[in-house]
């Protein structure tokens, strides 16, 4: 019997997870990344996109490219909460994901109301309007929904 792992978000953490996983498969495992956006910004690069250094191709990690490298499965969808008791992951507008093992990585936490970088007209650093907040609840079991504020890039533009 194989183990599922869902990795929920692709941050930097479960791309690093889905490369040693690449480099040295886990036999019995099947590993699946769940994420809204199919491209991660890589928030390292974020300084020299802003000042025009780096391209949108340059700072973006392709996730299905990378799940498809590694062996893993890429569910492009929202993650609407857990049910930890039937270790299911909900999934917005999709039948729940089971899970043997979960982890959850949807990006840094780097909206703040008061900061200059994010002008309170647009909520977008200044000279790049790729970059946008977004809200993200998560419901876990029968608790309150939580929200968190995040950030993530437009798709690119065909």
Excluded at 37 to 55: D, I, Q, R
Aim: charged share 20%; glycine share 8%; hydrophobic share 40%.
């Amino acid at each position: 019997m194989s183990k599922e792992v869902v990795l929920v978000g692709g941050g930097h953490s479960h791309a690093l997870v889905l490369r040693m996983l690449g480099m040295r498969p886990w036999p019995g495992t099947q590993v699946t990344l769940v994420s809204d956006v199919s491209h991660a910004p890589y928030s390292g690069m974020l300084p020299g996109h802003l000042a025009g250094v780096y391209s949108w191709e340059e700072t973006h990690i392709d996730l299905r490219r990378l799940c498809a490298w590694a062996g893993a499965r890429f569910i492009h969808a929202a993650a609407a909460g857990l049910d930890l008791p039937r270790k299911q992951l909900q999934l917005h507008d999709r039948p729940p994901l089971g899970f043997d093992v979960v982890s959850i990585n949807i990006a840094a936490l780097l909206y703040v109301d008061d900061t200059d970088l994010l002008p309170k007209a647009n909520k977008t650093p200044k000279g790049n309007a790729n970059i946008i907040p977004k809200k993200v609840n998560i419901k876990v079991n029968d608790s309150p929904p939580q929200t968190l504020v995040s950030t993530f890039s437009k798709p690119k533009p065909p």
